[in-house]
């Protein structure tokens, strides 16, 4: 949330910003006033907490959110409040919200199941999520459970599964796991060479190490790759060659090949480096670098070659 110190000279704080908007959107709504439900309500994304303005569809259990951040964002940069509630009046007014399909989606345990993900996260920087959120420990990571939407009007998102969503569904977390698991067999993994890249008339050495992106051919968070040891396992017998892992971010790991030569001090300095570059840090996934060995199931930490294991 912005603070007192982020506020430019003469302009509202945040608070103010919000209660002048929310305000200001009463008022627009109100010619809406026999369709929609509008509440405040705390939103935690990601790792980060936030003010939300759920906009409801009466009798319906599913609503966009539109945060007072983004629109606060846009105030700082010279917008008025009516023009950021008229955005969000521009959006109410050319889209319809998500009716009893889309809502089933979620709330059916039949129809959800059919669309679970899963998503590895970091652990420790995501501990508040994790407190309302079935997860299994992963090293430094935390798998969850997502519901993949994809909806004309909406696009692709994703619902996060949490201890509500649960309860209503009243299922087991190990069957929710199975089941997610299980669904992202389905997608075919890429392996993306970054030699290809490379300068055309600059020849790569014969001793220097390949380097793979890992990730899914589909549009979901690719990291969680690096579960399916056995679809590695095809990879690098493929390449005759073992590789080390290392988790760059949500959306994707790199498989870099193993050479005798490599130092951990040198594999460890390469994932702190795109740590600290990375634009968005919720992205960050883990500070750990692990080997895939051939014939191996499990993936084994380079300092002192424990099993990367699956905790409940």
């Not at 200001?24 to 439900?37: G, M, N, P, S, T």
């Not at 303005?53 to 606060?72: C, H, M, Q, T, W």
């Not at 590695?232 to 030569?261: G, T």
Request: hydrophobic share 40%; glycine share 4%.
């Amino acid at each position: 949330m912005k603070t007192e110190k982020d506020t430019k000279q003469g302009m509202m704080s945040f608070d103010e910003f919000m209660a002048a908007f929310r305000c200001k959107a009463d008022e627009r709504l109100q010619v809406f006033d026999d369709q929609y439900d509008i509440d405040d309500e705390v939103v935690m994304k990601n790792s980060t907490e936030l003010h939300g303005l759920i906009v409801r569809s009466k009798g319906k259990n599913i609503a966009p959110v539109f945060y007072y951040e983004d629109f606060y964002g846009s105030y700082l940069n010279g917008e008025s409040v009516d023009e950021c509630v008229m955005k969000m009046a521009d959006y109410l007014a050319g889209h319809d919200l998500p009716g009893d399909d889309f809502a089933r989606k979620i709330t059916s345990w039949e129809e959800a199941k059919e669309c679970l993900t899963v998503k590895l996260i970091n652990a420790n920087r995501n501990r508040k999520l994790l407190t309302n959120v079935p997860c299994k420990l992963f090293g430094d990571m935390a798998v969850i459970v997502q519901i993949l939407i994809s909806s004309q009007d909406f696009g692709s998102g994703t619902v996060t599964v949490d201890a509500d969503l649960i309860k209503m569904w009243n299922v087991e977390e190990e069957e929710l796991f199975n089941r997610a698991f299980d669904n992202m067999r389905a997608y075919d993994l890429n392996f993306e060479d970054l030699s290809k890249y490379a300068s055309p008339d600059k020849k790569i050495p014969d001793d220097c190490p390949r380097i793979y992106v890992l990730r899914y051919q589909a549009d979901i968070f690719g990291a969680s790759a690096m579960l399916y040891t056995d679809k590695l396992q095809e990879f690098a017998e493929k390449m005759n060659s073992d590789f080390y892992i290392m988790p760059v971010s949500i959306h994707e790991a790199l498989m870099i090949e193993y050479k005798d030569d490599i130092r951990n001090e040198f594999l460890f300095g390469m994932l702190n480096s795109i740590n600290q570059e990375h634009p968005i840090q919720d992205d960050i996934l883990s500070y750990e670098v692990f080997r895939l060995k051939r014939g191996e199931d499990d993936l084994t930490y380079i300092t002192d070659g424990r099993k990367l294991c699956i905790f409940s």
